[in-house]
């Protein structure tokens, strides 16, 4: 088949719904598609580093602000091909594939990643408006759906508007467990970050409000045990707003930001340097594809209780759950994976089976392929 796939972010660009579109195209085009790959030409990356067992065309919008942006020139572009893939959120993208449906009768396949709330009052207007007009028919038009979820998708603002016969049991996410997988901690890494002898807890993602960091810090300061160190990977957004607010808590040699790190570069190595990893989102959090690269590393996972990461782990098996928002929680989970080695050691092990057995990316480029010909052939 002749695949088009239409995402607003797309590596080397960091975001969890980047890499899914990536490794979804990249094991469709292992296994005998043709795959495009339609993005935003966001103006400030480099991408020496592009696939070449697929191709990516990055539109440059008429109007871009932040991770949206109109393509209209998707319209002409989308019928070529025999299924498209849209990857939403997609401001400014997503109407045209809805448009190209309804006008050419294409069908497409969605994927709903998680929702968008607007970080200002004239964003959260703006979207208020948007969903019952554009996303209600966005949605109710695809051919199939898919999510990190039935119980996150039940609990998204796009719930309403769904379909669910439409929703198929294609695997939201997955990881790569060659280039995930358990390893020793690198001495240069400990070197850099002064981390001889300490436990290290780690934060991956974009410093955005909704994934936690400051809870996090919150709870590392309320734990007096000064061997219990967090190392955060990732930056960008409010990144100076969490380094001040470090230095106010004078957490400096206990808090330490190590900027974002890329898949095919350090941040496998990051896993391995450290003994457990927290991601203590308060909502958006669709799915958690760092949790997945956690436990492929095998290291436990503690996470909040949100319905996309909490699916991911098992308490007390590969991991602990604690309420969202609760702090005094999250620190008790902390020090009680802190203060057992062996613990660490056998929840890291039951995480990467788990990984093993049921998230390769290859087996949900499987699914992806049966769910596309399913709709072909109604």
């Known amino acids: 088949m002749k695949i088009a796939h239409i995402i607003a972010t797309f590596p080397p660009y960091h975001g969890g719904m980047g890499y899914i579109c990536y490794h979804n195209a990249r094991v469709l085009a292992d296994r005998g598609h043709d795959v495009t790959v339609f ?58 594939v809805y448009l190209t449906s309804v ?124 061997s219990i160190v967090l190392l955060v990977v990732g930056g960008g957004y409010h990144e100076t707003a969490y380094r001040e607010m470090v230095v106010r808590e004078r957490l400096q040699n206990r808090i330490i930001f190590a900027g974002p790190q890329s898949p095919r570069g350090l941040l496998p190595e990051y896993y391995n340097l450290a003994d457990f990893l927290v991601l203590p989102s308060t909502h958006s959090e669709s799915f958690g594809l760092v949790v997945l690269e956690a436990m492929a590393t095998g290291k436990p996972a503690i996470v909040s209780s949100l319905p996309g990461p909490s699916q991911l782990v098992s308490p007390g098996h590969d991991g602990h759950i604690v309420p969202i928002g609760d702090v005094k929680a999250l620190s008790e989970r902390i020090m009680d994976l802190a203060a057992s080695d062996e613990a660490r050691r056998w929840m890291g092990e039951n995480a990467r089976q788990k990984i093993q057995a049921h998230y390769s990316w290859e087996k949900i480029g499987v699914q992806l392929e049966s769910a596309y010909l399913a709709i072909r052939d109604r």
């Open 39 to 96: 993005t935003l030409e966001h103006g400030r990356l480099g991408y020496e580093g592009d696939p070449t067992t697929f191709r990516i065309e990055r539109m440059k919008p008429l109007l871009l602000h932040g991770d949206a942006g109109m393509v209209p020139g998707l319209v002409s572009k989308l019928p070529k091909f025999d299924m498209l893939h849209l990857h939403y959120p997609f401001f400014g993208g997503a109407e045209y």
């Open 103 to 226: 006008l050419k009768g294409k069908q497409y396949f969605l994927t709903y990643h998680m929702d968008v709330h607007g970080d200002s009052p004239l964003k959260k207007s703006v979207i208020r408006l948007y969903e019952p007009l554009l996303l209600k028919r966005i949605v109710q038009q695809a051919s199939g759906i898919c999510s990190p979820g039935v119980e996150y998708l039940r609990s998204t603002k796009a719930a309403p508007f769904i379909p669910w016969q439409l929703h198929t049991d294609v695997i939201y996410g997955g990881v790569d467990t060659d280039l995930f997988h358990p390893g020793p901690k690198n001495p240069e890494l400990i070197e850099k970050h002064q981390l001889q002898g300490k436990v290290v807890v780690l934060f991956v993602g974009n410093l955005i409000p909704f994934k936690g960091l400051p809870l996090l810090i919150e709870a590392v300061r309320n734990i007096r045990n000064e």
